[in-house]
C-alpha cells in the first residue's frame, strides 16, 4: 500500500517561501505513469491543483501559480518538494501530495497524504 | 481552462435514500472524470474514475456515469458514512475540481 506524507513548516511569513517535502512509502517516485503531485485547499474551500512532478524531473504547473512556484523530485530519497515563493495569506490551505496515476489514458489521484495546513501569517 | 460545475451545492437526505450528484463540463471531455469523497479533516477518497469506473475497495452502493459533459454520481442506498463532501475532477487537460457536493443528514 502506497503512503504519502507531508512534512514542512506550519507557518510562513508573508513575501517568504512556503516550502514542503513529500515522503512516500510502499512504492517508488521512479515508476512510470505516476506524477507526483500537489494539491490544495483553502480552510473551507475547494480543492486546487497545484502541479505535478514526473520522475525524470519533467513538470507541469497551474498556470496561475507557475511564476512562484518549483516542484522538484529525489529518487535517491523517494521524495518530491513543493516550493512557492512571494507568499500570500491568499496562499494559506492545507497543502496534499497524491499521486495521480495514468491507467490507459485517464489520470486520476489514487493516494493522497494527510494533508498538512500551512498559515500564511506574521 | 475547462471548468467543472456541481449541483446541487448542498443536499439534505436520510440514510437509505438514493441520492444523485451532477457534475457539467463547461466542454466536452468524453469519459475523463473522477468522483472523490472527502470527510471533515481528511484527505479526499478516489470513488470512481473515467467516470465510471470504481476504485478497487469503494462499495458497489457507489456508481457514476456519462460522458463528454455532463456526468452524476450516484449513492444507491445512503450509509451512515456516505454524509461527507463530494468533488468531481476533469482529468481531459489541467486537471480541475468542481466546487463541491456537501451531503448532509436530513
Known amino acids: 500500500q502506497v503512503q504519502l506524507q507531508e512534512s514542512g513548516p506550519g507557518l510562513v511569513k508573508p513575501s517568504e517561501t512556503l516550502s514542503l517535502t513529500c515522503t512516500v512509502s510502499?512504492?517508488?517516485?521512479?515508476?512510470?505513469?505516476?506524477?507526483w503531485t500537489w494539491i490544495r485547499q483553502p480552510p473551507g474551500k475547494g480543492l486546487e491543483w497545484i502541479g505535478y512532478?514526473?520522475?525524470?524531473?519533467?513538470?507541469n504547473y497551474n498556470s496561475s501559480l507557475e511564476s512562484r512556484l518549483t516542484i522538484s523530485v529525489d529518487t535517491s530519497k523517494n521524495q518530491f518538494s513543493l516550493r512557492l515563493n512571494s507568499v500570500t495569506a491568499a496562499d494559506t490551505a492545507v497543502y496534499y501530495c497524491?499521486?495521480?496515476?495514468?491507467?490507459?489514458?485517464?489520470?486520476?489521484?489514487?493516494?493522497w497524504g494527510q494533508g498538512t495546513l500551512v498559515t500564511v501569517s506574521s | 481552462d475547462i471548468q467543472m460545475t456541481q449541483s446541487p451545492s448542498f443536499l439534505s437526505a436520510s440514510v437509505g435514500d438514493r441520492v444523485t450528484i451532477t457534475c457539467r463540463a463547461s466542454?466536452?471531455?468524453?469519459?475523463?472524470l473522477n468522483w472523490y469523497q472527502q470527510k471533515p479533516g481528511e484527505a479526499p477518497n478516489l470513488l470512481i474514475y473515467?467516470?465510471?469506473r470504481l476504485q478497487i475497495g469503494v462499495p458497489l452502493r457507489f456508481s457514476g456515469s456519462g460522458s463528454g459533459t455532463d456526468f452524476t454520481l450516484t449513492i444507491s442506498s445512503l450509509q451512515p458514512e456516505d454524509f461527507a463532501t463530494y468533488y468531481c475532477?476533469?482529468?481531459?487537460?489541467?486537471?480541475?475540481f468542481g466546487q463541491g457536493t456537501k451531503l448532509e443528514i436530513k
Open positions: 475532477q476533469q482529468s481531459y487537460s489541467t486537471p480541475f
Open positions: 512532478v514526473y520522475f525524470n524531473g519533467n513538470t
Open positions: 497524491a499521486r495521480d496515476s495514468m491507467v490507459g489514458s485517464i489520470n486520476h489521484f489514487d493516494f
Open positions: 466542454q466536452g471531455i468524453s469519459n475523463y
Open positions: 510502499g512504492g517508488s517516485v521512479s515508476t512510470n505513469n505516476y506524477y
Open positions: 473515467a467516470a465510471s
